[in-house]
């Protein structure tokens, strides 16, 4: 069978699937180096030289009322929030941030069974990284999934099945759907009829939250390419207003004409910028007055947050 166009849709699909699994299959991060921060950290904000000075920790940690520690994936989450300075920050450091951290959180036997769990995470992390990955043979989705084998059996060895179902059990769920609509998508004996039926099979089994969350940002977009094609058809403002109001609520209506009034005056204010921009650039003068000239434009025309973003208009 040839090779064909396929849709975007199909495209997206596959990278959105690809990611959930490979950030399953990720080991201890490495930060990227950054400068100096002015403030160093100190006993009583360790974090300030870090890239979660200001941040507020992810996640949770809580325990039964006999004392016995919650297994949930919000205490990965804590986990993982402290391990992202990994690179940034010796792991002895991070250790006793987040023991500091659980003590403050738990009671002592709740405490200990947590810094249990932290430091053979770490162990597993560790592990992960140094894994060899698999070989790169076939499709991505059968690379994607042999990885996924592996780091199970390797996750084993560290985490019992109670464990692992508690702390990882959603992460493992949503790793499997994902590998079940790349397998599909990457099905080069189905049409394109075929698979929109299997991936919306596929979809239906998926609990009604879940179904929701993805509708979301679905919707938004329907509800844009809508608008789009009423002004196209030469529809008015109010025509598209009446659209969305019909299909969310007035309220979203308004907020969305807000949005809608914003952009349209971003977009003037840029393109009054580029036009003076380019006069300031042609007249006559020296590099310094040249400068001072666009010194000056910026900051009649935009606040210094917007200005940040100029940038990618002066090409």
């Known amino acids: 069978m040839g090779s064909r166009q396929l849709p975007m849709t199909w495209a997206a699909g596959v990278i959105a699937a690809a990611a959930l699994v490979v950030i399953g299959l990720q080991g201890l991060p490495v930060a990227a180096p950054r400068v100096a921060d002015p403030m160093p950290a100190s006993d009583a904000n360790p ?57 403050g959180r738990l009671a002592p036997h709740a405490a200990r069974q947590a810094k249990d769990l932290f430091a053979r995470y770490v162990q597993f992390k560790t592990a992960l990284k140094a894994q060899r990955p698999a070989k790169p043979v076939g499709r991505s989705v059968d690379m994607l999934r042999e990885g996924l084998r ?12 109670p464990e692992s179902q508690a702390l990882f059990g959603p992460q493992d769920a949503e790793a499997a759907a994902a590998l079940a609509r790349m397998d599909i998508e ?5 049409t394109d009829a075929q698979r929109r039926q299997r991936l919306a099979a596929l979809d239906a089994k998926l609990p009604a939250s879940v179904r929701a969350e993805r509708e979301a940002p679905l919707a938004v977009v329907r509800l844009e390419e809508a608008a789009q094609q009423i002004r196209a058809q030469g529809g008015s403002e109010d025509d598209v207003y009446r659209m969305r109001a019909a299909a969310t609520s007035p309220e979203a209506a308004d907020r969305l004409a807000d949005v809608d009034r914003e952009e349209a005056a971003w977009k003037a204010r840029i393109a009054t910028y580029q036009s003076q921009r380019s006069a300031v650039l042609a007249a006559p003068g020296s590099d310094a007055d040249r400068a001072a000239a666009l010194s000056d434009l910026r900051n009649r025309l935009f606040t210094p947050d917007e200005q940040r973003r100029l940038a990618a208009y002066e090409g």
């Open 47 to 103: 974090l300030a030289a870090s890239s979660l000075a200001g941040t507020m920790p992810d996640g949770a940690a809580s325990a039964t009322a006999d004392d016995a520690l919650v297994l949930d994936p919000a205490l990965i989450r804590l986990f993982d929030y402290y391990l992202t300075t990994v690179g940034e920050r010796p792991i002895a450091a991070i250790q006793s941030q987040v023991e500091h951290d659980l003590d």
């Open 150 to 161: 592996m780091m199970l059996a390797l996750r084993a060895t560290y985490f019992n099945a």
């Open 186 to 190: 990457q099905d080069p004996s189905l």
